[in-house]
């Protein structure tokens, strides 16, 4: 196989591995164009994924038809995202029995729409693993109960997947200070998860001969045992710290792990890299539907979220040697995901699928060769 030799078949094989096992056939095998198709699209709209369908027809409205369909249909979204979860981590943690990190944040998504994503990171990015999609008004509405309520639901099915995985596995999950709530901390014991959480400067604390707001503690360091909240005293370690983006905003990050925590919480960014690329490269911020609903909304989230993965996960190594050759200047220009999904483009525009393909076999041609 030639070096820079591209196998098409890699994404195929990847979805095929995963999810035959909670999709039928033809929701599979539609799952597989779409994945393609939206790796190598740069906006996520209607047209333009159709129009990145690797097969080949005689008119474009039947790409747009086909795809329209494909957005009606009812997806078991748990299952789904618990298959994808089951691969992303054991391609990550599979080869070690550390304790898993788990980065959580919310991302506002399109249309009112807002979700909680549970990710883990990777090369200095994340790669999601499950989500839970919400709006304000299903709050107020009485939907759910509230956000808080959502959040320990979400983190019930984040902790318990992952033990479903690797039974018994320690598990660290990383907050932003929003995420900051007693409750939360106190929940995540009872789960028997460890915690690392940025909070905010008016939380009291007890620490040494200091009572008081944590606003004016005046010590940078790491302290041992402290007491968290006044009226609850949570015997957590805490990290103070400066912010080098606001010196008015020093960094407070409590945790009930003895560790490096400045450094550990550090990995939360990575999250946030996530979701610019999910948003900009793979095009969710210009999502376009005439009709979001909410399952249309999860299942294309969804789906870039897997693109995303995958690329990153199937071509991460060569995408270091490609890397050399898009980033020319002293400056690293392009992140190791920008480059692959250039890479992918670049090498699949021409590459079309048997429309008709069987899931254990299919075959990629060249559109200049078949017509040649």
């Not at 795809?67 to 789904?80: A, E, G, H, S």
């Not at 392009?334 to 048997?354: C, M, T």
Request: one cysteine or more; aromatic letters at 14%.
């Amino acid at each position: 196989m030639k070096k820079n030799h591209i196998d098409p078949k890699r994404i195929v094989t990847a979805m095929e591995d995963n999810f035959k096992s909670v999709l039928t056939k033809p929701s599979l095998k539609n799952m597989i164009l779409l994945v393609i198709a939206i790796s190598l699209a740069d906006k996520l709209k209607i047209n333009e994924i159709s129009r990145k369908l690797p097969t080949d027809v005689s008119h474009q409205k039947v790409k747009q038809t086909r795809l329209r369909r494909i957005l009606k249909r009812t997806y078991p979204l748990f299952d789904i995202m618990f298959s994808w979860t089951s691969f992303v981590v054991k391609k990550v943690y599979g080869g070690s029995n550390g304790a898993i990190m788990i980065l959580i944040d919310g991302v506002s998504l399109k249309y009112d729409y807002k979700a909680f994503v549970a990710g883990i990171p990777y090369r200095k990015r994340s790669i999601p693993l499950m989500f839970k999609v919400y709006t304000d008004q299903q709050i107020r509405d009485m939907v759910y109960l509230s956000e808080n309520w959502i959040i320990w639901k979400f983190m019930d099915q984040i902790y318990d997947s992952i033990q479903h995985i690797f039974p018994g596995r320690r598990v660290i999950f990383v907050f932003d200070r929003g995420f900051a709530d007693e409750k939360l901390i106190r929940y995540l014991k009872y789960m028997g998860a460890n915690h690392i959480m940025r909070v905010p400067k008016n939380v009291g604390i007890e620490a040494f001969e200091y009572r008081g707001k944590l606003s004016s503690f005046g010590q940078l360091g790491y302290f041992r045992n402290i007491k968290y909240h006044l009226g609850k005293k949570l015997e957590m370690n805490l990290f103070c710290g400066h912010n080098p983006n606001d010196e008015d905003d020093p960094v407070f990050i409590i945790s009930d792990l003895d560790d490096a925590l400045g450094e550990l919480y550090k990995k939360r960014m990575d999250i946030e890299e996530g979701f610019r690329d999910i948003k900009t490269l793979f095009g969710f911020r210009q999502l376009v539907l005439k009709k979001p609903t909410q399952s249309r909304i999860e299942i294309l989230f969804l789906l870039a979220i897997i693109s995303m993965g995958l690329l990153f996960l199937l071509f991460e190594k060569s995408g270091y040697r490609w890397s050399k050759f898009y980033n020319t200047s002293s400056t690293k220009e392009f992140s190791l995901i920008h480059v692959i999904k250039e890479k992918i483009k670049a090498a699949w525009v021409n590459l079309r699928v048997n429309p008709w393909f069987s899931l254990n076999y299919v075959r990629f041609y060249n559109i200049n060769d078949a017509y040649s």
